[in-house]
């Protein structure tokens, strides 16, 4: 695959695109800006939600996001949401009496898009104060589609936690992680990364065989198969974790040292 160039490049942005800081480093903008010209559209393939793509859409100014987990297609460009694939209420109410029933101390809060509720206990780690963010009761927050469902707990162990959320939920939602928090990311059956580049691919008329996709955490692991599976390229940050790693067809350097623009750069 010495000559193998993509004709579709996908990356995640915390700890992959994204430096500690949250920037976007000169040298991977220009990186991204010389495929870009030579016709090869970015997808931003991320757990994050709408209302947190209006920093990065500053810096691309274009192209489309696969937001929450592949629940999520956004146009960066007009910040116009394409398509939704959410849990529905009945879903949400059921996996969240069932998960309370296993582990009394969880908590539970909703990403609806554009906006983010929580129960009053949940400590957010981001976004206390935003606009959008707002505390609610659980009846409250189940009687919505929601985009992504989040459990947390605070003194289990991430791994120990998820597997757990993973067990009671089943085939009812996708149970994913992207932290090294005891948070448990679920959306809808079947939802994930890959079936939303999936989707962006086939509206440009690419196969997976000529994607590239960058990531560093098991929500990123469907993808990753997803690409490996059909001839492409897998990309694991230096810094992945060990089960992305397991399902890479690549390496490349970690988020600081500027890892997706050094490894777009050698082909």
Same mark, same amino acid.
């Given at each position: 695959m010495s000559d193998w160039k993509p004709r579709l490049i996908a990356s995640d942005m915390?700890?992959?695109?994204?430096?500690?800081?949250?920037?976007?480093?000169?040298?991977?903008?220009?990186?991204?800006?010389?495929?870009?010209?030579?016709g090869v559209p970015l997808v931003l393939a991320t757990g994050r939600p709408p209302r947190w793509?209006?920093?990065?859409?500053?810096?691309?100014r274009h192209g489309t996001a696969v937001c929450c987990n592949g629940a999520v297609l956004l146009d960066l460009e007009p910040m116009e949401i394409l398509d939704e694939a959410p849990l529905l209420p009945d879903a949400l109410a059921a996996i969240t009496a069932e998960l309370r029933v296993h582990e009394p101390t969880m908590w539970f809060a909703v990403e609806y898009g554009w906006e983010f509720r929580h129960e009053p206990v949940y400590r957010p780690r981001w976004d206390v104060d935003a606009p959008g963010v707002a505390a609610a009761t659980l009846p409250e927050m189940t009687a919505t589609p929601a985009a992504k469902l989040l459990a947390r707990h605070e003194s289990m162990t991430r791994d120990a936690f998820v597997q757990l959320v993973h067990d009671v939920v089943g085939e009812r939602g996708t149970v994913t992680n992207?932290?090294? /928090?005891?948070? #448990?990311?679920?959306?809808?059956p079947g939802v994930t990364k890959a079936t939303g580049l999936a989707e962006v691919a086939a509206r440009h008329g690419v196969a997976p065989e000529d994607v590239?996709?960058?990531?560093?955490?098991?929500? /990123?692991?469907? #993808?990753?198969?997803?690409?490996r599976d059909g001839g492409?390229?897998?990309?694991?940050?230096?810094?992945?974790h060990p089960d992305l790693l397991a399902v890479a067809t690549d390496v490349t350097g970690t988020n600081d040292a500027d890892g997706v623009a050094a490894f777009l750069a050698a082909l």
């Open positions: 915390d700890g992959t695109l994204l430096r500690h800081d949250e920037s976007v480093s000169p040298a991977t903008v220009a990186e991204l800006e010389r495929w870009r010209a030579s793509m209006h920093g990065i859409r500053e810096v691309l992207s932290s090294t /928090d005891a948070l #448990a990311e679920i959306s809808a590239v996709v960058f990531g560093d955490m098991p929500n /990123d692991i469907a #993808a990753f198969e997803w690409v492409g390229r897998a990309v694991a940050m230096a810094h992945a």
